[in-house]
C-alpha cells in the first residue's frame, strides 16, 4: 500500500467504527503519542517551566483530565513555548496529539482520531523512514497499521 492509501484506510476505518471502538482507539493512540520517552529531547531553553509542568501533568493525565481542565494545560503550553520555530519533534508530536485529544474530548468530532492516527502514523515513520510508495514494508509501520486497523474494527479478525 502506498501512503495514500494509508491515509484512505484509516479514514474509512474510523468512519464506519463504532463509538466504543473509536474511543478506545483514541484513548491508546493519545497515550502512546503523549510517552514520556518524546519530551526527552526537549531543550530547556525551549518551554517555560510553567509550560513543561502544564504539558507533563496533561501527559499523565491525559485518559481522565477534562477537556476543560486540558484546555487551560495547552493555553499555558502555547503561552510558554520560548523559541519561535524549532521545537523538538517529540514535543511537537505530543502538543499535537493533545490538542486533538482536546478537540475530540470537546466536539466528539471523529475527525480529530484520523489526525491522531496519522500523527501516530508519523510518529513510527520518524522511527524507520518508511517507503511512500510501500508504506507498509517495515515490520514497525505494518504493526502500527495493524494495531489501527484491529482497535477500529476488532471484528475484521
Avoid at 497515550?31 to 514520556?36: C, E, F
Wanted: net charge negative.
Amino acid at each position: 500500500m502506498n501512503y495514500s492509501e494509508v491515509e484512505a484506510d484509516i479514514l474509512q476505518l474510523i468512519v464506519g467504527a463504532t463509538e466504543a471502538d473509536v474511543r478506545a482507539f483514541g484513548e491508546e493512540t493519545v497515550t502512546r503519542l503523549v510517552r514520556p520517552e518524546l519530551l526527552s529531547g526537549a531543550a530547556d531553553d525551549e518551554l517555560s517551566a510553567d509550560a513543561h509542568a502544564a504539558l507533563t501533568t496533561a501527559c499523565a493525565d491525559v485518559l481522565t483530565i477534562s477537556a476543560a481542565e486540558l484546555h487551560d494545560k495547552l493555553a499555558t503550553i502555547y503561552d510558554g513555548i520560548l523559541v519561535d520555530d524549532g521545537l523538538d519533534a517529540g514535543v511537537l508530536t505530543v502538543i499535537s496529539a493533545l490538542a486533538h485529544w482536546h478537540s475530540y474530548l470537546e466536539q466528539n468530532r471523529r475527525g480529530e482520531l484520523y489526525e491522531l492516527a496519522i500523527r501516530s502514523v508519523e510518529d513510527v515513520d520518524q522511527e524507520v523512514s518508511a517507503d511512500l510508495g510501500d508504506f507498509l514494508a517495515t515490520p514497525e509501520m505494518a504493526a502500527e497499521y495493524a494495531r489501527i486497523r484491529r482497535l477500529l474494527d476488532p471484528g475484521a479478525e
